[in-house]
């Protein structure tokens, strides 16, 4: 089963819109920690956020902040005031601290998003 | 900050014949290390990751191997390549013992086998 899933394979939005990226992620460890990350088309990979599994306030970074829903176990991204520069794949990821933390982190298949001016 | 170094940026290559993919950290002292493949428009596939010297794990039997002589470097390797060798290929690190630590990546190597 997969742990991680992004059912927005593509998305489009109108510049300086709000965009909601969704992520829904399957775990049994109570401990666990949220990553997103950016690929614009040069293939690099940006790391946007992070949220803990016992953090009490959902994670905020400049124009990205993360509604986390445990009880849904759901991590969804959300984008204030859309940029041009925001147009790339978006990608949702989690590490299960029980295995020590060294094992890196599980990626959902992405969304690409595209924002159009 | 860590800095992942990662050459070459593309390579093609023939079926059958050998690879080697070479990755330096710099940074940062005894990093968890990584090799990453995305295949064209999907996710990221964990390959191997290393704690330590010498020490590789490998999550995917396949026709590739990994090796870390020392602290900061890591190379992935193939005797024959195949065609479904071909993809994106990402070197990353993190702290150890650092649970909320992100992965940092390298601009990564996209391989093309022929």
């Known amino acids: 089963a997969q742990k991680i899933t992004q059912t927005q394979p593509g998305m489009f939005v109108q510049e300086k819109e709000a965009v909601t990226l969704d992520c829904t992620y399957d775990t049994s460890d109570p401990s666990y920690g949220l990553f997103w990350y950016k690929q614009p088309s040069s293939g690099e990979m940006i790391f946007l956020i992070y949220q803990g599994s016992y953090d009490q306030q959902n994670a905020t970074e400049g124009r990205y902040s993360l509604n986390f829903q445990k009880a849904r176990k759901s991590a969804n991204l959300v984008i204030s005031a859309s940029q041009l520069g925001d147009s790339a794949m978006y990608f949702c990821?989690?590490?299960?601290?029980?295995?020590?933390?060294?094992?890196?982190?599980?990626f959902g298949k992405g969304t690409h998003l595209i924002i159009q001016p | 900050s860590q800095t992942i170094h990662q050459w070459p940026a593309t390579l093609v290559q023939p079926v059958g014949s050998p690879l080697s993919l070479e990755c330096t950290v710099e940074g940062t002292s005894n990093p968890n290390l990584y090799w990453y493949r995305q295949a064209a428009g999907r996710g990221l596939q964990l390959l191997f990751y290393s704690v330590g010297i010498g020490q590789i794990s490998s999550e995917v039997p396949q026709n590739l191997s990994a090796s870390r002589p020392q602290d900061r470097q890591f190379i992935l390797s193939s005797k024959k390549l195949l065609l479904s060798d071909s993809g994106f290929y990402l070197c990353?690190?993190?702290?150890?013992?650092?649970?909320?630590?992100?992965?940092?990546f390298g601009n990564g190597t996209r391989l093309t086998v022929t």
């Open positions: 990821a989690m590490r299960e601290f029980s295995g020590g933390g060294a094992d890196g982190l599980t």
């Open positions: 990353a690190s993190n702290r150890a013992s650092s649970y909320n630590s992100p992965l940092h």
